[in-house]
């Protein structure tokens, strides 16, 4: 699916993924999505994910890293569009092309959940009762942090219903200026500023 909605957007002047309402997914998924968008002469890490194993005091790693897909989306800009509602991976698709200033986030504040269950980790308390106790937490190599609790700060940041027309105004004004640098005429400077990984 990944494969052909990017070979569909192949030839657009700019991307804006809409992740507002989006509740998570896979971290192997967020990668792959990821590899889309940066360099594929290389291998990125883009995060790490650290589990305890169960009744232990050790701990294991799983890295994640980009790989190789059948289209680019390369030098041309991407915006994430984020709000109250986005969660878990979703977030991790945001904060990791953040770190990496691949892409501009822009929206609200995430909810914040970077802390993983695995199916082991859920116990049952009464029929409809469960308590679910995360035994794993997400690493970016760049921050060496990761948003739980605190969410995904964008970098333009608007209320959640406004931010696809930010985002599009954004990419127009960008387009606008690159049509000008082409004509010998200097653009004006652009307004986003850098992220901040608070």
Not at 47 to 64: I, M, P, Q, S
Not at 98 to 123: C, N, S, Y
Not at 130 to 148: I, M
């Amino acid at each position: 699916m990944a494969n052909n909605a990017m070979r569909l957007v192949a030839d657009t002047n700019a991307l804006i993924f809409d992740i507002r309402g989006n509740r998570g997914g896979h971290p192997r998924s967020i990668a792959y999505l990821s590899s889309f968008l940066l360099d594929p002469s290389r291998s990125i890490h883009l995060a790490d994910a650290v589990w305890r194993n169960k009744g232990t005091l050790n701990f294991r790693t799983e890295e994640f890293w980009t790989s190789r897909t059948p289209d680019h989306y390369l030098d041309k800009p991407v915006y994430i569009l984020v709000g109250p509602e986005t969660f878990s991976a979703a977030e991790g698709f945001a904060y990791h092309l953040q770190a990496l200033r691949r892409a501009t986030i822009i929206g609200a504040k995430t909810k914040g959940g970077a802390h993983a269950t695995e199916p082991d980790a859920v116990v049952a308390i009464e029929p409809d009762l469960f308590l679910v106790a995360p035994n794993g937490r997400t690493e970016n190599p760049v921050t060496k942090s990761n948003w739980d609790g605190v969410g995904v700060r964008p970098d333009v940041e608007v209320a959640p219903e406004t931010a696809l027309v930010a985002a599009m105004k954004l990419a127009l004004a960008r387009q606008s200026d690159s049509t000008s640098e082409g004509a010998g005429v200097a653009a004006p400077q652009q307004t986003a500023g850098a992220p901040d990984h608070r």
